[in-house]
Protein backbone atom coordinates (compact mmCIF):
# COMPACT_ATOMS: atom_id res chain seq x y z
CA UNK A 1 0.00 0.00 0.00
CA UNK A 2 2.31 2.63 -0.91
CA UNK A 3 0.91 5.80 -0.97
CA UNK A 4 2.69 7.94 -3.49
CA UNK A 5 2.00 11.52 -0.80
CA UNK A 6 4.45 13.87 -2.97
CA UNK A 7 2.87 17.22 -3.67
CA UNK A 8 0.36 16.91 -0.84
CA UNK A 9 0.50 18.47 2.48
CA UNK A 10 -0.50 16.75 5.72
CA UNK A 11 -1.97 18.02 9.12
CA UNK A 12 -1.26 15.73 11.72
CA UNK A 13 -2.55 17.16 16.11
CA UNK A 14 -1.18 15.80 18.87
CA UNK A 15 1.53 14.43 16.94
CA UNK A 16 5.21 14.97 18.80
CA UNK A 17 5.09 12.03 20.64
CA UNK A 18 3.26 9.08 20.51
CA UNK A 19 0.93 7.41 17.31
CA UNK A 20 1.03 10.97 15.86
CA UNK A 21 4.91 11.37 15.70
CA UNK A 22 4.66 7.68 14.06
CA UNK A 23 1.84 8.74 11.89
CA UNK A 24 3.74 12.43 10.72
CA UNK A 25 6.89 10.50 10.37
CA UNK A 26 5.19 8.23 7.56
CA UNK A 27 3.26 10.50 6.18
CA UNK A 28 6.70 12.33 5.29
CA UNK A 29 8.58 9.36 4.35
CA UNK A 30 5.61 8.81 2.02
CA UNK A 31 6.39 12.25 0.28
CA UNK A 32 4.24 14.56 1.95
CA UNK A 33 4.71 18.14 3.40
CA UNK A 34 3.85 17.57 7.05
CA UNK A 35 2.94 20.10 10.15
CA UNK A 36 2.50 18.90 13.18
CA UNK A 37 0.51 20.47 16.03
CA UNK A 38 1.45 19.62 19.69
CA UNK A 39 1.28 21.85 23.05
CA UNK A 40 4.73 19.81 24.60
CA UNK A 41 7.76 22.12 23.80
CA UNK A 42 10.07 19.32 24.99
CA UNK A 43 8.26 16.25 23.19
CA UNK A 44 8.45 18.78 19.97
CA UNK A 45 12.01 19.44 20.92
CA UNK A 46 12.96 15.70 21.02
CA UNK A 47 11.11 14.97 17.63
CA UNK A 48 12.16 17.58 15.54
CA UNK A 49 15.61 15.88 16.27
CA UNK A 50 14.53 12.33 14.82
CA UNK A 51 16.08 11.89 11.26
CA UNK A 52 12.70 10.57 10.33
CA UNK A 53 11.16 14.18 11.29
CA UNK A 54 13.31 15.77 8.96
CA UNK A 55 11.58 18.42 7.27
CA UNK A 56 8.52 18.22 9.47
CA UNK A 57 7.22 21.85 10.77
CA UNK A 58 6.03 21.96 14.24
CA UNK A 59 3.63 24.63 15.85
CA UNK A 60 3.23 24.45 19.61
CA UNK A 61 -0.44 24.93 20.39
CA UNK A 62 -2.98 24.04 23.06
CA UNK A 63 -5.71 22.14 21.19
CA UNK A 64 -8.10 23.09 24.17
CA UNK A 65 -7.23 27.11 22.86
CA UNK A 66 -9.19 27.60 20.42
CA UNK A 67 -7.76 30.68 20.11
CA UNK A 68 -4.20 29.11 19.60
CA UNK A 69 -5.93 27.01 17.18
CA UNK A 70 -6.45 29.68 14.90
CA UNK A 71 -3.13 31.61 15.55
CA UNK A 72 -1.49 28.49 14.78
CA UNK A 73 -3.30 27.75 11.46
CA UNK A 74 -2.74 31.46 10.39
CA UNK A 75 1.13 30.80 10.87
CA UNK A 76 0.97 27.81 8.54
CA UNK A 77 -1.39 29.46 5.63
CA UNK A 78 1.89 32.41 5.94
CA UNK A 79 4.32 29.69 5.78
CA UNK A 80 2.39 27.98 2.47
CA UNK A 81 0.52 25.22 3.47
CA UNK A 82 -2.58 24.22 2.03
CA UNK A 83 -3.43 21.13 4.02
CA UNK A 84 -5.00 17.87 1.43
CA UNK A 85 -4.71 15.90 4.67
CA UNK A 86 -5.86 15.97 8.31
CA UNK A 87 -4.92 13.30 10.76
CA UNK A 88 -7.21 14.05 14.33
CA UNK A 89 -4.63 12.44 15.98
CA UNK A 90 -4.05 14.13 19.51
CA UNK A 91 -6.67 12.74 22.01
CA UNK A 92 -6.40 9.74 25.25
CA UNK A 93 -8.42 9.13 28.51
CA UNK A 94 -6.11 11.66 30.11
CA UNK A 95 -5.52 9.37 32.89
CA UNK A 96 -9.07 10.21 34.37
CA UNK A 97 -10.37 7.17 36.47
CA UNK A 98 -12.08 4.03 34.66
CA UNK A 99 -14.44 3.74 37.25
CA UNK A 100 -17.59 5.59 35.96
CA UNK A 101 -18.79 7.14 39.63
CA UNK A 102 -15.34 8.41 39.78
CA UNK A 103 -15.36 10.60 36.70
CA UNK A 104 -16.14 14.03 37.50
CA UNK A 105 -17.85 16.35 35.44
CA UNK A 106 -14.23 17.78 34.65
CA UNK A 107 -12.73 14.26 33.65
CA UNK A 108 -15.64 13.86 31.24
CA UNK A 109 -15.26 18.16 29.92
CA UNK A 110 -11.05 16.99 29.17
CA UNK A 111 -11.67 14.33 27.28
CA UNK A 112 -14.39 15.16 25.06
CA UNK A 113 -12.37 18.62 24.84
CA UNK A 114 -9.43 16.93 24.05
CA UNK A 115 -10.95 14.17 21.53
CA UNK A 116 -13.95 15.71 20.22
CA UNK A 117 -13.96 19.67 20.05
CA UNK A 118 -10.43 20.07 18.99
CA UNK A 119 -11.06 17.53 16.21
CA UNK A 120 -14.22 19.66 15.36
CA UNK A 121 -12.20 22.76 15.36
CA UNK A 122 -9.69 21.65 13.18
CA UNK A 123 -12.40 19.97 10.38
CA UNK A 124 -13.97 23.22 10.58
CA UNK A 125 -10.99 25.15 9.48
CA UNK A 126 -9.55 23.02 7.38
CA UNK A 127 -11.81 22.05 5.06
CA UNK A 128 -13.45 24.65 3.40
CA UNK A 129 -9.91 25.08 1.10
CA UNK A 130 -9.79 21.53 0.85
CA UNK A 131 -13.52 21.98 -0.35
CA UNK A 132 -12.55 24.71 -2.42
CA UNK A 133 -9.25 22.86 -4.39
CA UNK A 134 -12.50 19.80 -4.81
CA UNK A 135 -9.94 17.10 -2.31
CA UNK A 136 -9.10 15.92 0.57
CA UNK A 137 -8.55 13.19 3.01
CA UNK A 138 -9.55 13.42 6.65
CA UNK A 139 -8.65 10.63 8.60
CA UNK A 140 -9.63 10.61 12.42
CA UNK A 141 -8.42 8.66 15.37
CA UNK A 142 -10.63 6.51 17.07
CA UNK A 143 -10.27 3.24 19.22
CA UNK A 144 -11.31 -0.53 19.79
CA UNK A 145 -12.38 1.08 23.31
CA UNK A 146 -14.64 3.27 21.13
CA UNK A 147 -15.87 0.09 19.24
CA UNK A 148 -16.28 -2.43 21.55
CA UNK A 149 -15.71 -0.76 25.22
CA UNK A 150 -12.15 -0.77 27.20
CA UNK A 151 -10.32 -2.74 29.67
CA UNK A 152 -8.27 -0.22 31.10
CA UNK A 153 -9.97 3.05 30.26
CA UNK A 154 -13.52 4.53 31.61
CA UNK A 155 -16.57 5.62 29.48
CA UNK A 156 -15.72 9.23 28.90
CA UNK A 157 -13.09 8.33 26.83
CA UNK A 158 -15.04 5.15 25.17
CA UNK A 159 -18.20 7.72 24.76
CA UNK A 160 -15.55 10.66 22.87
CA UNK A 161 -14.38 7.94 20.42
CA UNK A 162 -17.77 6.65 19.72
CA UNK A 163 -18.69 10.76 18.80
CA UNK A 164 -15.74 10.87 16.86
CA UNK A 165 -16.43 7.29 15.03
CA UNK A 166 -20.02 8.52 14.68
CA UNK A 167 -18.85 12.09 12.83
CA UNK A 168 -16.92 10.05 11.04
CA UNK A 169 -19.74 8.77 9.19
CA UNK A 170 -21.65 11.78 8.93
CA UNK A 171 -18.85 13.70 7.34
CA UNK A 172 -18.41 11.40 5.14
CA UNK A 173 -21.75 11.90 3.83
CA UNK A 174 -21.14 15.62 3.66
CA UNK A 175 -18.24 16.17 2.39
CA UNK A 176 -18.16 13.37 -0.19
CA UNK A 177 -19.09 15.60 -3.05
CA UNK A 178 -17.01 18.24 -2.25
CA UNK A 179 -14.05 15.39 -3.23
CA UNK A 180 -13.28 15.05 0.66
CA UNK A 181 -13.25 11.47 2.23
CA UNK A 182 -13.44 11.07 5.83
CA UNK A 183 -12.40 7.53 7.62
CA UNK A 184 -11.70 6.92 11.09
CA UNK A 185 -8.76 4.19 11.95
CA UNK A 186 -8.70 2.47 15.23
CA UNK A 187 -6.35 0.83 17.14
CA UNK A 188 -6.74 -1.72 19.94
CA UNK A 189 -3.42 -1.19 22.72
CA UNK A 190 -0.47 0.32 21.58
CA UNK A 191 1.98 -0.48 23.08
CA UNK A 192 3.93 3.33 23.34
CA UNK A 193 5.56 4.17 26.60
CA UNK A 194 2.92 5.82 28.04
CA UNK A 195 0.55 2.74 27.10
CA UNK A 196 2.71 0.51 28.81
CA UNK A 197 2.80 2.07 31.89
CA UNK A 198 -1.13 3.01 32.09
CA UNK A 199 -1.46 -0.86 31.39
CA UNK A 200 1.41 -1.76 34.45
CA UNK A 201 -0.56 0.23 36.97
CA UNK A 202 -3.86 -1.16 36.10
CA UNK A 203 -3.44 -4.69 35.20
CA UNK A 204 -1.93 -7.51 36.69
CA UNK A 205 1.39 -9.37 35.12
CA UNK A 206 -1.82 -12.36 34.37
CA UNK A 207 -4.33 -10.28 33.32
CA UNK A 208 -2.18 -8.97 30.93
CA UNK A 209 -1.17 -12.55 29.49
CA UNK A 210 -4.77 -13.40 29.49
CA UNK A 211 -5.21 -10.40 27.05
CA UNK A 212 -2.10 -10.96 24.81
CA UNK A 213 -3.34 -14.79 24.58
CA UNK A 214 -6.66 -13.36 23.69
CA UNK A 215 -5.77 -11.06 20.55
CA UNK A 216 -5.71 -13.75 17.42
CA UNK A 217 -2.07 -12.27 15.99
CA UNK A 218 -0.64 -12.75 19.86
CA UNK A 219 0.76 -8.94 20.29
CA UNK A 220 -0.21 -5.95 20.69
CA UNK A 221 0.17 -3.03 18.59
CA UNK A 222 2.94 -0.77 16.89
CA UNK A 223 2.89 2.68 16.65
CA UNK A 224 3.90 1.72 12.65
CA UNK A 225 0.70 -0.87 12.55
CA UNK A 226 -1.34 2.52 13.38
CA UNK A 227 0.78 5.07 10.44
CA UNK A 228 0.38 2.35 7.99
CA UNK A 229 -3.61 2.46 8.20
CA UNK A 230 -3.33 6.22 8.30
CA UNK A 231 -1.13 6.14 5.03
CA UNK A 232 -3.31 4.57 3.25
CA UNK A 233 -6.76 6.23 3.60
CA UNK A 234 -4.27 9.79 3.10
CA UNK A 235 -3.37 8.23 -0.27
CA UNK A 236 -4.86 8.92 -3.51
CA UNK A 237 -5.83 5.54 -4.42
CA UNK A 238 -8.31 5.68 -1.20
CA UNK A 239 -10.66 7.51 -2.63
CA UNK A 240 -13.72 5.31 -3.15
CA UNK A 241 -13.61 4.49 0.74
CA UNK A 242 -15.03 7.01 3.09
CA UNK A 243 -16.87 6.54 6.44
CA UNK A 244 -15.26 3.50 6.83
CA UNK A 245 -13.87 2.50 10.79
CA UNK A 246 -11.13 0.50 9.92
CA UNK A 247 -9.75 -1.58 13.09
CA UNK A 248 -6.36 -1.53 13.71
CA UNK A 249 -5.86 -4.41 16.48
CA UNK A 250 -4.46 -7.77 15.63
CA UNK A 251 -8.62 -9.11 15.82
CA UNK A 252 -9.02 -8.38 19.25
CA UNK A 253 -12.17 -7.03 18.28
CA UNK A 254 -14.28 -8.05 15.01
CA UNK A 255 -17.38 -6.90 13.49
CA UNK A 256 -18.67 -8.30 10.35
N1 LIG B 1 -1.89 4.48 22.43
C1 LIG B 1 -2.88 3.63 22.25
O1 LIG B 1 -2.81 2.46 22.62
C2 LIG B 1 -4.14 4.07 21.56
C3 LIG B 1 -5.16 3.13 21.31
C4 LIG B 1 -6.31 3.54 20.67
C5 LIG B 1 -6.46 4.85 20.28
N2 LIG B 1 -5.47 5.75 20.55
C6 LIG B 1 -5.68 7.12 20.11
O2 LIG B 1 -4.58 7.52 19.30
C7 LIG B 1 -4.30 8.90 19.50
C8 LIG B 1 -2.85 9.11 19.93
O3 LIG B 1 -2.64 8.39 21.13
P1 LIG B 1 -1.22 8.41 21.90
O4 LIG B 1 -1.31 7.31 22.88
O5 LIG B 1 -0.12 8.41 20.91
O6 LIG B 1 -1.30 9.84 22.60
P2 LIG B 1 -0.30 10.52 23.70
O7 LIG B 1 -1.03 10.69 24.98
O8 LIG B 1 0.97 9.75 23.73
O9 LIG B 1 -0.12 12.00 23.15
C9 LIG B 1 0.52 12.27 21.93
C10 LIG B 1 0.83 13.75 21.84
O10 LIG B 1 -0.35 14.57 22.04
C11 LIG B 1 0.07 15.77 22.66
N3 LIG B 1 -1.05 16.43 23.34
C12 LIG B 1 -1.75 15.97 24.40
N4 LIG B 1 -2.68 16.89 24.77
C13 LIG B 1 -2.57 17.93 23.91
C14 LIG B 1 -3.23 19.18 23.77
N5 LIG B 1 -4.20 19.54 24.61
N6 LIG B 1 -2.85 20.02 22.79
C15 LIG B 1 -1.85 19.67 21.94
N7 LIG B 1 -1.18 18.51 22.03
C16 LIG B 1 -1.53 17.65 23.00
C17 LIG B 1 1.15 15.34 23.63
O11 LIG B 1 2.02 16.41 23.95
C18 LIG B 1 1.86 14.22 22.86
O12 LIG B 1 2.98 14.72 22.15
C19 LIG B 1 -5.33 9.39 20.52
O13 LIG B 1 -6.45 9.91 19.85
C20 LIG B 1 -5.70 8.12 21.26
O14 LIG B 1 -6.96 8.20 21.86
C21 LIG B 1 -4.32 5.39 21.17
Same mark, same amino acid.
Given at each position: $???????? $?????? #???? /??? @??????? =?? +? =? *????????AEAIAL? @????? $????????????? =????? =?? /??????? +????DILVNN? !???????????????????????????????????????????????????????? *?? !?? /????????????????????? #?? %?? !? &????????????????????? /???? *??? &? %????????????? *????????????????? %????????????????? !????
Open positions: $MAAGLHGK $MALVSG #AADG /LGA @AIAARLA =AD +G =A *RVAVLDRSS @AARPD $MAGVHFEQVDLSD =AAGIA =AA /LSRLDQA +GFRFA !GGSLHTPRAFVEETDEDWARVMDLNVTAAVRLIRAIVPGMAERGYGRIINLGSKAG *RY !GS /LFTGANYVAAKGAVQSMTLQL #AQ %EF !G &PRGITCNAVCPGAILTPRVER /LLSE *RQT &P %EERAAVRNAIPVR *RHGRVEDVAAAVAFFAS %EESGFITGQLLDVNGGQ !GMAS
